[in-house]
């Protein structure tokens, strides 16, 4: 983008800044996160222990007085046993599961459907949602300062975004560029867009102080 401005040296001074920016933002992810995924692991520990060592207990115990258990007792012990004697089919069940997502998500259309998925995810959608934002603002900002058109810049943009979401729906922005309408009323058609964003985009706009309000 530098090199087609004519104006390289500028370029790469910002995206030190963008680098710097996107970086921090990665640290209080990661820090914001450790809670949940400590959680979640200290669960998954928790149903392996109770899974192979409580359950099969509890089986031995009732099966000495051939009492009938409920179904969902029965259950639980038939996949606790499952478990312990054919934890070789687990382990290869689960490699295959996570093999399989990886090649899905690696695919355009897999990685379309999951950043869209993530966004909706309880709790973690609005953190992913404020990320990609966060990003198109630190980045856009960089590009329009560059003095990049802002068709090029969006085409820029859709690229290192990080969320294919997002980067399909900036995709589509020249378009409605195209015909004359702002940032803020392209943004408006758009359904991951906050309000926050549009609004200052909009304000930015209008004020000619764009970079500085999404920056």
Request: net charge positive.
């Amino acid at each position: 983008a530098g090199e087609e401005a004519g104006i390289l040296e500028q370029v790469l001074g910002e995206l030190v800044n963008v680098l710097e920016k996107d970086d921090k933002l990665k640290r209080e992810v990661a820090s914001a996160t450790l809670y949940p995924k400590i959680v979640i692991g200290v669960m998954f520990v928790a149903m392996y222990v109770m899974m192979t060592f409580v359950i099969p207990k509890f089986a031995t115990f009732y099966d000495k007085f051939d009492a009938q258990l409920p179904l969902p007792t029965r259950i639980l012990m038939a996949c606790s046993d499952f478990a312990v004697n054919y934890w070789y089919v687990v382990l290869v069940t689960i490699a295959f599961a996570v093999w399989f997502f990886k090649r899905w998500t690696n695919s355009p259309q897999g990685k379309l459907k999951w950043d869209s998925q993530k966004l909706r995810f309880p709790i973690f959608g609005n953190l992913f949602q404020k990320i990609s934002m966060a990003r198109f603002g630190h980045l856009f900002a960089a590009l329009y300062r560059s003095g990049l058109p802002l068709v090029r810049s969006f085409e820029v943009l859709s690229q290192v975004i990080g969320n294919e979401a997002y980067a399909r729906e900036i995709s589509r922005f020249r378009d409605g560029l195209l015909k004359g309408k702002t940032i803020a009323e392209v943004m408006r058609q758009s359904k991951i867009f906050s309000i926050i964003m549009i609004e200052t985009t909009a304000i930015g706009e209008q004020s000619g102080n764009l970079d500085n309000m999404l920056s």
